[in-house]
């Protein structure tokens, strides 16, 4: 099993800390506190340190909140901050736009790091072996702010990034534009529905990305619930996803799921139909070397 976690390099993010169902990170000049249901262990700093370099710290504030179903809540300032902010990522060369969101997510999950480099470095291989003016297409679902659109479409892809939130696919149109880059072309639909039309129109990807959630709801109510639809979904995934020179990203980070569990589904969906599957965890570490370990990652080559 493969264990990753964003470079050391990257300047636009830290952990400081975690502990006590709570994480205390930096994106590029602001320090923020959330809250993270996985971070079990005891803080290293004392809380003082804490509420000292921090500008926001989001409380959870509904009853679902409490009940551990729901993120939503409020952010309390503790000191002077923008409204949005641009973090960078120089790796890959794409900036993302972020701000506090009433769901404590602020538009970047920085654990993904590993998997944009993945994309990136693939869309690449791929793109060099295709001819010029025909470049290879990649579908990025549950695609949220679109930072695995953009590792694509700065690698050479045509791009087609899929959320059924409008809010979000404006978000992540802004960062394609402060990016420096075009001609992503946005679907506001629910994902599963997409994906069972290209298979019946028989259309085909070099690349497809989906990082689920546990729950979701597509613009017109569709329910989405992982644990009922994911193996329907990569049965699908599977048919639309060309038959050599082509990847796919699977991300799972919610309900419990283990790397053994997502390469069982992977397999099961691709009936060794591949040429290479790789599993493993993406995590981070903070700056005392704590591990905190994030979602469960399938790659997989055809
Ligand atoms: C956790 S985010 C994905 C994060 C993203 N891959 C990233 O790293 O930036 C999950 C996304 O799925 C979207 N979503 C939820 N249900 C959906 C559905 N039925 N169809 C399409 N998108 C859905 C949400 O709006 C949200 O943006």
């Not at 001819?131 to 679902?141: A, F, I, K, T, Y």
Request: net charge neutral; with cysteine.
């Amino acid at each position: 099993m493969t264990i990753e976690s964003p470079s050391s390099s990257w300047r636009d993010y830290e952990l400081i800390d975690f502990g006590n169902s709570e994480k205390l990170e930096r994106f590029g000049g602001y320090v923020v506190i959330r809250p993270e249901i996985r971070a079990k262990k005891e803080r290293t700093l004392p809380e003082e340190e804490w509420l000292k370099c921090a500008c926001a710290k989001f409380v959870p504030g509904s009853g679902l909140a409490k009940a551990g179903k729901e993120d939503s809540g409020s952010w309390g300032m503790l000191r002077k901050m923008d409204d949005d902010w641009t973090v960078s990522y120089p790796k890959v060369g794409f900036d993302l736009l972020l701000k506090l969101t009433a769901f404590k997510h602020i538009g970047v999950f920085p654990e993904q790091a590993p998997n944009w480099d993945f994309i990136y470095s693939n869309v690449k291989e791929i793109a060099a072996s295709f001819p010029e003016g025909d470049p290879p297409r990649v579908l990025n679902l549950f695609a949220y702010t679109g930072a695995a659109s953009l590792a694509a479409r700065r690698a050479g892809a045509d791009v087609i990034h899929l959320d059924s939130v409008r809010q979000v696919v404006t978000w992540a149109r802004n960062n394609m534009e402060s990016s420096g880059l075009d001609n992503i072309r946005w679907v506001i639909e629910d994902a599963l529905v997409f994906v069972k039309r290209e298979a019946r129109r028989g259309n085909s990807y070099q690349g497809i990305i989906l990082d689920p959630p546990a729950y979701g709801y597509g613009p017109d109510g569709q329910r989405w619930k992982l644990d009922d639809s994911i193996s329907e979904m990569l049965l699908n995934v599977a048919s639309i996803l060309a038959p050599e020179r082509s990847f796919m990203v699977l991300n799972l980070y919610s309900n419990g799921y283990s790397p053994a569990m997502a390469e069982t589904l992977v397999q099961e969906a691709f009936g060794g139909k591949f040429h290479s599957l790789e599993c493993g965890e993406l995590i981070l570490k903070d700056s005392f070397g704590k591990v905190l370990p994030m979602s469960v990652f399938a790659r997989l080559k055809r």
